[in-house]
């Protein structure tokens, strides 16, 4: 599903995000992605959505060529993507319901339709009584769970998510990865890239860690 | 896709509404100086072509001439180009126009045993042979014809007129350009405005994987909405400058005044000015989309 070989990403100066990162991560497979601050996890997620470009190397995401999918393509990849931001990236003027409708109203799917997978997903993350919120009313918890609602709706190939549970309490947090692993199960390959040393060991899914942009084996 | 794009379009121009509404009126205020310069013009050209009307050859007939040679001269000017009207003067006709543009000479006229004046036919010429050459062409012409002693025209008017008319016709263009332009980047910067504003919603539309063309063509729509509103503002506050003058005494100098409101614009002119305020918010739109998605 995600394969990347000899990957460097350098941002000039010296600064070298990503080292020689090889990876394979199966169709299927929950991974964690761990590593200090800065140690280059939202950088590689980046790389994996085409928001930035590898300086080297080979990234294949369900077997599109990343590095070199034309710009006209990428949105293609990306609607195959369900992406949990780290800053949410909600739409201020948007309510949670046309938030989370965003992706399926991109993707051409159906009106009645996406009303319904709308509301499902935000009942199983406990936001129904917010769908006509506006974000700015909403807590930084509530925020995220939308955030993630829309990464879920319309059941992505592959799942990404930087710190999803951030914001989150333990109880919630835990609620969450549940939910990540019965979408894990029903097909989702899940990538998630977190600090949450508690969590990572509770669910005892595979490790992947960065350490300065290279990754460490175990 | 239509019908979601003008939807959203819709919706977001609701959205943001008092931006998109200061941003209509800063189109009308440049589409507006651009109106009051189109109208202006306008009028001046009614203006020169008026005067341009009174462009004449005045044909001075014999006294001895007789009616056939009279009749032929007249039907030798029937249907041609150069030739706007013909209008036939007879000695007695002469002198009572003559009594009428100077009345203090009234009493000369009245001492003289006989008319002096001379018979003639003046001739109005048509638009675009309004030139000395055209003039002197057609006078050389009846001079030749029998029945006639002379025909004359007004070289020296004829002369600083054209001059006036190719300086009045240069002087706008290039005015009207450099307005024009004025007002399209203003449109363009303005539309600009609006658009990096909604720049973290593009990008997020970017990032959920919606096409280039799903993201622009809102944009687009509500650009050209905004174009058109301005243009129809700056029309309507147009027209109410132009009546307003027209019924007011007022201070202001009476040849700008006459010059705005002699008429209202054509109606082609105001449907381009709303065009033009249509084109430039859809290229301001696709210009500052094409920088942001960069």
Do not use: H
């Given at each position: 599903m995600v394969e990347l070989y000899h990957v460097n990403k350098d941002y000039g100066r010296g600064n070298h995000a990503l080292v020689d990162v090889n990876l394979a991560i199966e169709k299927g497979e929950f991974v964690f992605l761990t590593g200090a601050s800065g140690a280059g996890k939202t950088t590689l997620l980046r790389l994996l959505f085409r928001e930035e470009i590898a300086t080297s190397g080979k990234i294949l995401v369900d077997g599109m060529n990343v590095?070199?999918?034309?710009?006209?393509?990428?949105?293609?990849l990306r609607r195959r993507l369900g992406i949990v931001f780290q800053d949410f990236k909600l739409l201020p003027r948007r309510t949670v319901f046309e938030n989370v409708g965003m992706v399926m109203e991109v993707s051409g799917v159906p009106r009645r339709l996406q009303r319904a997978k709308t509301y499902a997903v935000l009942e199983m993350l406990g936001l129904n009584h917010k769908v006509r919120s506006y974000p700015l009313e909403l807590s930084g918890g509530e925020q995220?769970?939308?955030?993630i609602a829309r990464a879920l709706v319309n059941e992505p190939a592959l799942l990404l998510a930087d710190e999803p549970t951030g914001n989150l309490?333990?109880?919630l947090s835990w609620d969450i990865m549940?939910?990540?692993?019965?979408?894990?199960?029903?097909g989702t390959t899940v990538l998630v890239a977190t600090h949450d040393k508690d969590l990572?060991?509770?669910?005892?899914?595979?490790?992947?860690?960065?350490?300065?942009g290279r990754l460490i084996t175990h | 896709m239509i019908r979601h794009s003008l939807n959203e379009a819709l919706?977001?121009?609701?959205r943001n509404r008092f931006m998109n509404l200061v941003a209509s009126f800063t189109i009308a205020v440049s589409l507006l100086v651009l109106g009051l310069f189109l109208l202006l013009a306008h009028n001046l050209k009614g203006v020169v072509a008026a005067v341009g009307s009174q462009v004449t050859v005045s044909v001075y007939l014999r006294p001895d001439v007789t009616e056939e040679q009279r009749a032929r001269l007249i039907d030798s000017l029937r249907g041609r180009a150069e030739v706007e009207s013909t209008e036939y003067l007879s000695p007695q006709a002469a002198l009572e126009k003559?009594?009428?543009?100077?009345?203090?000479?009234?009493?000369?006229?009245?001492?003289l045993q006989e008319n002096p004046l001379p018979a003639s036919v003046e001739i109005r010429m048509a638009q675009g042979h309004r030139d000395p050459e055209a003039l002197r062409r057609l006078a050389e012409e009846m001079e030749r014809l029998p029945g006639v002693d002379d025909a004359e025209f007004d070289l020296p008017w004829v002369t600083r007129l054209q001059d006036v008319v190719a300086m009045a016709r240069t002087a706008g263009i290039s005015l009207g350009g450099v307005v024009g332009l004025a007002a399209i980047l203003t449109i363009a910067s303005v539309i600009r405005m609006t658009i990096y504003a909604r720049q973290q919603e593009i990008e997020i539309l970017r990032l959920v994987g919606a096409t280039r063309l799903y993201i622009a063509a809102p944009f687009l729509l509500e650009s050209s909405v905004l174009g058109i509103v301005?243009?129809?503002?700056?029309?309507?506050?147009?027209?109410?400058i132009h009546r307003r003058l027209a019924t007011s005494q007022g201070s202001v100098v009476p040849v700008l005044r006459d010059l705005l409101t002699a008429s209202f614009l054509p109606q082609s002119t105001s449907i381009l000015l709303l065009l033009l305020g249509l084109t430039a918010g859809a290229l301001g739109g696709l210009l500052s989309l094409r920088r942001i998605s960069r």
């Open positions: 590095s070199t999918l034309s710009a006209s393509r990428v949105p293609r995220q769970r939308v955030a309490d333990p109880k549940t939910l990540f692993k019965t979408i894990n199960i029903r990572i060991t509770r669910m005892g899914k595979k490790v992947i860690t960065l350490d300065c | 919706l977001n121009l609701w003559f009594q009428r543009l100077f009345p203090t000479m009234r009493e000369v006229a009245g001492e301005g243009g129809g503002l700056s029309l309507g506050a147009l027209y109410a």
